[in-house]
Every structure is written in structure tokens, then in C-alpha cells.
């Protein structure tokens, strides 16, 4: 694919970026930094939301993480796909858990896969999402937890501009235990 945009320079990038820049070693993530560099302001306030719906929610970092990674795999962006948080890995989230998102979810919660087929609708078409799949969410979530998804689901698919602008990221796999 040809270059959407152009990176920011990493010399070039405002200094609470730079920060974060050089805080990781990631470079997919670098390249995220570089182009969301463009509108550092917008950036900045898009940034404390995401880090708010995903941090400090009342979902928990295990059925976050799930979540995340299920409207990655819509989005098909490898640096959404590629990470994964040390919380929800110490949580119990294994690549086999991963690996059931888009098949069979036998090691799931009944909360989690009704999140998860929340999120896979939410992100991929959004008007077939059912009476059935809402009536999960119900049993499940409370009003708040319910909203908290829906706006996680929304934040996570800046993946598909990632995707656009070709960035890319080597697989980072939960270690085995």
C-alpha cells in the first residue's frame, strides 16, 4: 500500500510525546506516536478517554484485554493485535482464550463471550447486533459496564485508521505458563 502520511520525525515530536516515544520499545506503537503526532492536541484528549474507558472501568482487565483484542481482529491492525497487557496475562488471559474470540469460546466466562460477540457486531456491523446478544449484556453487566463497553468498542477502532496509515507490528504472544 502506498504511504498514507507521513511519520513525525521522533526529533520533531512535541516533548509529552517524545516521552512517551521513547518510553517504549515498541515500534508499532513508536509509529502510532509518530502519526497521531499530526494533531498532538487531538491526540492528547483522545488519549486520556481510551486510557480511562480501558484502565479505569468496571469490566476488569482479563474481559478488557478480550474485548480489545476482539475489535483488533475486526480492524485487522497488528499493532492492536500484537500487545498484551501484563494485568490481564496475570489475570488469566492465555493465547488459547485469545485463539477462541473468533471460534468456539469454551474457556471463556458466559460474560466474557457476550461481551466478546458484543464487541465483533459492535465493530463489524453494528445494526445486526440482536434482542439476544443485548439480553446477554443484560444478564451480565450492569447500565455502567454495559456503556463502558460500548465506548470501549469505539475507542479500540482507531485500529482501523492504524490499519490505513500501514502501521505494523511483530506478534508479542502471551508467554506460556
Given at each position: 500500500m502506498a504511504e498514507f502520511m507521513p511519520l513525525v520525525e521522533p526529533e520533531e515530536l512535541p516533548e509529552d510525546l517524545r516521552r512517551q516515544w521513547d518510553a517504549t520499545e515498541r515500534e508499532g506503537l513508536r509509529d502510532f506516536l509518530r502519526l497521531m503526532a499530526?494533531?498532538?492536541?487531538q491526540f492528547r484528549l483522545f488519549n486520556a478517554a481510551y486510557a480511562s474507558a480501558r484502565f479505569d472501568n468496571h469490566l476488569g482487565v482479563r474481559l478488557t484485554?478480550?474485548?480489545?483484542?476482539?475489535?483488533?481482529?475486526?480492524?485487522?491492525?497488528?499493532?492492536?493485535?500484537?500487545g498484551r497487557h501484563g494485568a490481564?496475562?496475570?489475570?488469566?488471559?492465555?493465547?488459547?482464550?485469545?485463539?477462541?474470540?473468533?471460534g468456539e469460546r469454551r474457556c471463556?466466562?458466559?460474560?466474557?463471550?457476550?461481551?466478546?460477540a458484543f464487541a465483533q457486531r459492535f465493530a463489524t456491523d453494528h445494526l445486526s447486533i440482536t434482542d439476544e446478544?443485548?439480553?446477554a449484556l443484560r444478564e451480565h453487566f450492569d447500565p455502567q459496564q454495559v456503556v463502558e463497553l460500548a465506548l470501549l468498542c469505539v475507542f479500540c477502532?482507531?485500529?482501523?485508521?492504524?490499519?490505513?496509515?500501514?502501521?505494523?507490528?511483530?506478534?508479542?504472544?502471551?508467554p506460556a505458563r
Amino acid at each position: 500500500m502506498a504511504e498514507f502520511m507521513p511519520l513525525v520525525e521522533p526529533e520533531e515530536l512535541p516533548e509529552d510525546l517524545r516521552r512517551q516515544w521513547d518510553a517504549t520499545e515498541r515500534e508499532g506503537l513508536r509509529d502510532f506516536l509518530r502519526l497521531m503526532a499530526h494533531a498532538p492536541e487531538q491526540f492528547r484528549l483522545f488519549n486520556a478517554a481510551y486510557a480511562s474507558a480501558r484502565f479505569d472501568n468496571h469490566l476488569g482487565v482479563r474481559l478488557t484485554e478480550l474485548v480489545r483484542i476482539a475489535v483488533a481482529q475486526t480492524t485487522r491492525c497488528p499493532v492492536c493485535m500484537a500487545g498484551r497487557h501484563g494485568a490481564a496475562v496475570s489475570a488469566g488471559l492465555t493465547e488459547e482464550l485469545v485463539g477462541e474470540i473468533g471460534g468456539e469460546r469454551r474457556c471463556m466466562t458466559e460474560a466474557e463471550a457476550a461481551a466478546v460477540a458484543f464487541a465483533q457486531r459492535f465493530a463489524t456491523d453494528h445494526l445486526s447486533i440482536t434482542d439476544e446478544q443485548t439480553a446477554a449484556l443484560r444478564e451480565h453487566f450492569d447500565p455502567q459496564q454495559v456503556v463502558e463497553l460500548a465506548l470501549l468498542c469505539v475507542f479500540c477502532l482507531v485500529g482501523r485508521f492504524s490499519m490505513l496509515a500501514g502501521l505494523q507490528e511483530q506478534s508479542c504472544p502471551v508467554p506460556a505458563r
